[in-house]
């Protein structure tokens, strides 16, 4: 039998096909920002938002959207606030979002039976109506992800240097758990809310271990994302398992296969010099041209050489110098 011409295949591939995409391009900058737990705590809110549509008889995937969009700005507010830390922040996720909908669920009689096929992931339940609704969310979270790959990756990897260039900070951080959340729901009915974060993060990981450079890391991380997500759906249909377990085993044999590259770029850091440079005497203050949307910082995929207190990144045959809103000729 040849698994195209079925309709709710066809449904599942497509849904997988966008979870690939989605879900690396928003966990690059999870990863980055060191919260790669999160896609865990929103997929915990986001079962809330499943057992409140099951308890008002609503359509399960916007509501979950909804709820998982706010719980993440009310957790990120919280933490910028500093009235919870990052951690207890994350317990109020993953415990209260996932009681709600537990709960929610058994007052109407649905129990758990319902609910697992949100938290594993179920082909069958994909309907049309669900991939449009996925299909835009998709394409908001990819353009986004895409369209601010330098304002976002300068908020992930230096705040207070984001800040000096003009940047709002606490609105690109609050775009980033939203498209998180957003993201996360996207990915449920294939992958499942319990097990969406690894499709988030391994793919990452395993783009990292391969490539220098955070454009670079960035596509080829979709790429694998895609890769298992995409043969994860076919191999379920198959060896009849759950699509949400072997997708992320999938993921996770990709993130193996990259561990002795990971290990080669390691031994090539180490054997390239470090140029130091101990001249006190100041240089002529000389700006650099424009650098466009690119930002020089950690794997920006430019060298970095130790200059007294600060670094220096080499571009173009010079030496670039963050200072303020601009860089410097060194």
């Known amino acids: 039998m040849d698994i195209f011409t079925l309709a709710f295949m066809q449904r599942a591939l497509i849904a997988a096909l966008l979870a690939g995409l989605t879900s690396p391009a928003i966990g690059a900058y999870i990863v980055q920002r060191r919260l790669s737990l999160l896609g865990d705590g929103l997929g915990h809110v986001a079962i ?4 409140l549509a099951l308890a008002t008889g609503t359509a399960p995937l916007p509501m979950a959207v909804a709820v998982a969009v706010v719980g993440a700005v009310i957790i990120e507010l919280l933490r910028q606030s500093g009235r919870a830390s990052a951690d207890v922040a994350m317990a109020i996720l993953f415990y209260g979002g996932l009681a709600t ?3 929610l669920a058994g007052v109407v009689g649905q129990g758990t039976g319902m609910l697992s096929n949100y938290l594993f992931g179920s082909l069958l339940t994909i309907t049309e109506a669900d991939l449009w609704l996925i299909g835009g969310l998709a394409a908001l979270v990819g ?5 601010l790959m330098p304002q976002l990756f300068a908020v992930c990897t230096d705040e207070d240097f984001a800040k000096t260039i003009g940047l709002p900070v606490r609105f690109y951080n609050l775009l980033i758990v939203v498209l998180a959340a957003i993201t996360v729901t996207v990915s449920m009915r294939t992958v499942g809310l319990l097990m969406v974060s690894a499709l988030m993060v391994v793919p990452v990981a395993a783009a990292n271990n391969a490539l220098t450079g955070f454009r670079a890391s960035f596509f080829a991380a979709i790429g694998l994302g895609v890769t298992a997500a995409v043969s994860g759906v076919i191999g379920s249909f198959y060896l009849n398992a759950p699509p949400g377990s072997l997708i992320v085993v999938i993921a996770i044999a990709l993130f193996v296969l990259s561990l002795p590259l990971a290990g080669l770029r390691q031994r090539q850091r180490s054997a390239m010099p470090v140029i130091e440079i101990t001249d006190p005497t100041p240089m002529p203050h000389q700006e650099t041209d424009l650098h466009a ?10 060298r970095a050489v130790i200059h007294g207190d600060h670094t220096d990144y080499l571009h173009n045959g010079h030496r670039h110098a963050p200072h ?3 860089y410097d000729e060194h």
């Not at 809330?48 to 057992?51: E, L």
């Not at 949307?293 to 430019?302: K, N, Y």
């Open 293 to 302: 949307d690119h930002l020089h910082g950690p794997d920006c995929g430019h």
């Open 324 to 326: 303020g809103d601009h």
């Open 143 to 147: 353009a986004a992800a895409i369209g």
């Open 48 to 51: 809330a938002g499943v057992g």
């Open 101 to 103: 909908g537990v709960l």
